[in-house]
T-cell receptor, first 112, second 109 residues
Framework: KAGVTQTPRYLIKTRGQQVTLSCSPI?????VSWYQQTPGQGLQFLFE???????NKGNFPGRFSGRQFSNSRSEMNVSTLELGDSALYLC???????????FGSGTRLTVV | GQSLEQPSEVTAVEGAIVQINCTYQ??????LSWYQQHDGGAPTFLSY????GLEETGRFSSFLSRSDSYGYLLLQELQMKDSASYFC??????????FGKGTRLHILP
């Protein structure tokens, strides 16, 4: 079966710009979560969606937002980019809690 | 706040057994998961402990003790390909997913 697909793989943006990242979960998975991964902070939870509803949100500023569509595809948006937003952004989908999360390969965002 | 503590690095010899611990300071959570991540790759799911006790999946086992706020991942018959970072994770009472900062496992030939 196809895995979790994230696009784009790499992105370079300038401070102050905004960016939209896309995630297509495994077919049949309705739960999608997003994470920011940096060398110093590890994996930080951004938000989770289930059936188009945001289930919960991590401790990130309001510049970080997301949504989920009826086909379970999800997008996250970061506005007014800062240098500190440079990171690997990972998306994961799940069928059920005990099945674990399947991660995409991530989008490497560099803010210059 | 809620947090998971793991050793930052562990070194072991090929063919040996290694245990990676995860202690947590969060009260009430919905199970403990473990993930493996190779350099440049995405995390991959290894195991999930919903209840106290040992779960075994091939060479990997995971253990959870809620009363001790402690869990571990046990890797047996270590292979060079097991060199990676290992993360523990929980869903906390606020329904947020928390990951430990990861343990980098170095395997010596």
């Amino acid at each position: 079966k196809a895995g979790v697909t994230q696009t784009p793989r790499y992105l370079i943006k300038t401070r102050g710009q905004q960016v939209t990242l896309s995630c297509s979960p495994i077919s049949g998975h309705r739960s999608v979560s997003w994470y920011q991964q940096t060398p110093g902070q590890g994996l930080q939870f951004l938000f989770e969606y289930f059936s188009e509803t945001q289930r919960n949100k991590g401790n990130f500023p309001g510049r970080f937002s997301g949504r989920q569509f009826s086909n379970s595809r999800s997008e996250m948006n970061v506005s007014t980019l800062e240098l500190g937003d440079s990171a690997l952004y990972l998306c994961a989908s799940s069928l059920a809690e005990g099945d674990g999360y399947t991660f995409g390969s991530g989008t490497r965002l560099t803010v210059v | 706040g809620q947090s998971l503590e793991q050793p930052s690095e562990v070194t072991a010899v090929e063919g040996a057994i290694v245990q990676i611990n995860c202690t947590y300071q969060t009260s009430g959570f919905y199970g403990l998961s473990w993930y493996q991540q190779h350099d440049g790759g995405a995390p991959t799911f290894l195991s999930y402990n919903a209840l106290d006790g040992l779960e075994e999946t091939g060479r990997f086992s995971s253990f959870l003790s809620r009363s001790d706020s402690y869990g571990y991942l046990l890797l047996q018959e270590l292979q060079m390909k097991d060199s990676a970072s290992y993360f523990c994770a929980v869903r906390d009472p606020d329904d947020k997913i928390i990951f430990g900062k990861g343990t980098r496992l170095h395997i010596l030939p």
